[in-house]
Each structure stands twice: as C-alpha cells, then as structure tokens.
C-alpha cells in the first residue's frame, strides 16, 4: 500500500498529461483516489475562476459609475445586484464578491458604494480598452493647479471645483469628461477636495501628466503593443448607465421586468401587494429548474396572472378596449388565467401582448395546469409527460418577457394612483 502511495503523484501527472488514466495503472481504489482527485481540483479551480470572475466585474461596475455618474459615484447595494443580476451573476455572488474586493467605503444619502483600490486609475502608461477617461481633461485639470501653484506654492495652490470644471468646458471639454477626471484624480489620491475646493494631495504635484506617458509610451514599441482588454469594464458600463439613469429619468429604479413590475404597484393602487410580488419572485429565483420544474412553472405562471390581473382595473378605466370583456365585470377571484391572457392580447394598437408573447403565455399556462388532478386526467387519458427542466426555465423566461410587455404597455399608457385599489 506504501508503494502505491508514493507512485500516485507520478502517476497522476503522467495521466493528466495524457488525458487518460489507465485502469491497470493501480489498484480499483487508488484509481478512483485519481479520478476523485483530479475532479476535485477542476471543480475548484473553475470556482475560483467564477468567483474572480464575479469580483473583477463588482469592481468594473463601481469603476463605470465614475463615468456616468462622477459627481455621484458609485452604486447602492440595490443598484449593485440589479447590474449584477442582468449580467447573469446571483445576489450571493455579487454580495460575497464585493465583501472580498473591498471593505464598502459609503457616500452621498443613499449610501453608495465607491469603487476602492484600482491600480494606476490616473494613469495612462499602458494602451487599456475600452477607456472611458479622456486624458485630455486629466491634462486640463492638473496643469490648471501647477499654473496657480507657481504663483501660491503647491501646498497653498487650490481651486473650486466648478470654477475648474466651468474653464474646461470653455475650451472645449465635455463637462462629463472633466467632471471624471475629478473624480478619478480624488480617488485616486492625486487630488484632496474639502469643501468643493479642489487641491494638490501632498507631494501629488510633479506626476508625469497623461499626454506625457503618452507620448512616453509611443517611444517604446513594446508598450505600444500591449493593450489591456478588460472584458468586466466592457461588459458593465452599459449595464451601470441603464442603472444610474433609472435615478432620474422615470423608468422604475429595477432594470429586471420581475423587480421592476413591484415598483409599478403602488401607482397601480396595489401597494399592499408589494411583499406578495416579492416574496413569489424570490420563490421563483430559488426554485432550481433541474430540481423543482413544477414549482418554477407554477410560480412563473403565478407572476404572469399577476401582471396582467393588476392591470385590468387601470385598462379598463382607460377604455382602450384591452380586458373589455363583461368577465371582468365579476369579483377579480372568478377570473381564469387563460381569459386574462386571451383579453390582453385584444384591443389592437393598445393590446398588452403581442402574438409571440400570447403564445408563450399559453404555453407557460399549459404547462402550469399540470398542477389539477382534474384537466390532467381530461389532456392526458393515458401517461402524463414529466416536466422537463428545459421545459422549467422557458416558463421563468417566458414570465420575464411578459411581465417586461406589461411594462412596455404601462409606459405607454402609464398609471399615476397611488392610493389603495
């Protein structure tokens, strides 16, 4: 047994080399000791690729709320995991990967989080893209500070932060640029502001300015050809933008059709219905499709019904000919879930579903009708079908497309109560 011990690492790099572990190399138990090892150290290896993965987009997030946002940089845990969330990645994964990249630093009064620790963030030594800084303005901004320096001295030198910003926009500068750099040069310590003034972080003067690195860097042929892709900065700056505009621009603070849809009930008149919709999203969320196919469906169709019941009231009260049935006359516990799709899929120009949408609707109801003993025996006299898991997340598909076309309908026809329904 000693000896079969001692040959296992050689073995095991002689067979990962090869790509295949001979079944006579060792006894039935050290060979599945190979198989076992050399699993374990790929499934941990790909989890630690997810998880760097994960932080380095948490930390290109923070980053691009500089670019869109630089006079309030940074994101709110909300925003955070909505970002997160569209880029595919889990709440738990966004919330582990930012306890890991940085202690949260908060600011403003909605307590946003800043991005912390990024290598040479006012620096311009090396090709990177995408690029969302203008070094343009980095040189504005620094060389305005040596100009009053050399008349105050570097300690004494300062300058209002508006007064800064108006003199680059007079020569041409985007605000949106100038503004970054700002931030940038703040956070990464190049400047100190206090007060909305502006000056020299000490012994911060003398840095080389980007138009100098440069032109540096066009000296060396091999810097010239090292060009940093950082596919996390790529893939988040629109997905931050969407976000920070959200602030502002009227659409609902969720970027996700399912979280989005609860801010619209309490224009709707159904705040009291709010912890509902959550609660049946995060239900929805949890419920794996592999494992639980029924509970996705039945939840994903529970979420659609629910969309689409909210709105009836408020389209029935527009009289665009959407839910005009005398139906929905009737107390809302006697309405089908197969007449509320049929009725909102009416109304032509001012229909809430179009026929792809309709028909996913059907499906997903189909599918969800598994759950009564009584239409089973009526669709399926013989065997019943087993669900299957792909079956299960086209229904979470499909209640996210619905739900987002409900959406659609509600900025075109939008509500504007908020007492109770």
């Known amino acids: 047994m000693r000896r079969h011990a001692m040959e296992l690492p050689a073995l095991l790099v002689k067979d990962e080399r090869c790509g295949v572990v001979p079944e006579t190399a060792l006894p039935g138990a050290a060979a599945c000791a190979i198989v076992t090892v050399t699993t374990f150290r790929g499934g941990a290896m790909d989890g630690m690729r997810q998880r760097q993965e994960v932080e380095k987009f948490v930390c290109a997030a923070l980053e691009c709320s500089v670019y869109v946002a630089p006079k309030e940089p940074g994101l709110t845990h909300e925003e955070l995991l909505a970002v997160g969330r569209a880029a595919g990645f889990e709440n738990g994964e966004i919330a582990d990967a930012l306890s890991q990249v940085a202690a949260p630093i908060y600011f403003g009064g909605d307590n946003r989080i800043l991005p912390q620790g990024l290598v040479m963030w006012a620096d311009f030594n090396f090709p990177d893209e995408p690029d969302y800084r203008n070094p343009e303005a980095f040189d504005f901004a620094c060389v305005t500070l040596r100009e009053i320096a050399r008349r105050e001295t570097a300690g004494r030198a300062q300058i209002d932060r508006d007064v800064l910003v108006a003199r680059a926009v007079a020569k041409g500068l985007p605000k949106l640029a100038i503004e970054a750099a700002i931030t940038i040069l703040v956070l990464d310590e190049r ?72 801010d619209a009930l309490e224009k709707l008149g159904y705040g009291h219905l709010c912890v509902w919709w959550a609660r049946t999203v995060a239900e929805l969320r949890h419920a794996e499709p592999a494992l639980s196919p029924t509970t996705v469906t039945v939840f994903a169709a529970a979420l659609v019904e629910g969309a689409l019941t909210f709105v009836v009231k408020h389209a029935r009260d527009l009289g665009l000919g959407v839910f005009g049935s005398k139906d929905f006359d009737r107390d809302p516990r006697t309405w089908k879930v197969d007449d509320l799709v049929a009725s909102a899929s009416t109304g032509n120009a001012a229909a809430i579903l179009d026929p792809a949408a309709r028909h996913r609707a059907d499906e997903l109801v189909k599918f969800r009708q598994r759950i009564h003993a009584g239409r089973m025996l009526s669709d399926f006299p013989g065997a019943v079908p087993d669900l299957r898991p792909e079956e299960a997340r086209a229904a979470k598909e499909s209640a996210e497309v619905i739900v987002r076309r409900v959406l659609d309908w509600l900025e075109k026809h939008p509500a504007v109560k908020t007492d109770g329904a």
């Open 191 to 262: 400047f100190v502001e206090k007060d909305g003034a502006l000056k020299f972080a000490p012994g911060r003067d003398t840095y080389a300015l980007p138009s100098e690195q440069i032109r540096d860097q066009a000296k060396r042929p091999q810097a010239r050809q090292i060009v940093r892709r950082n596919e996390a900065r790529a893939k988040a700056y629109a997905l931050v933008k969407d976000a920070i505009q959200r602030r502002s621009d009227g659409r609902p603070k969720a970027i996700e059709a399912l979280d989005a849809f609860g």
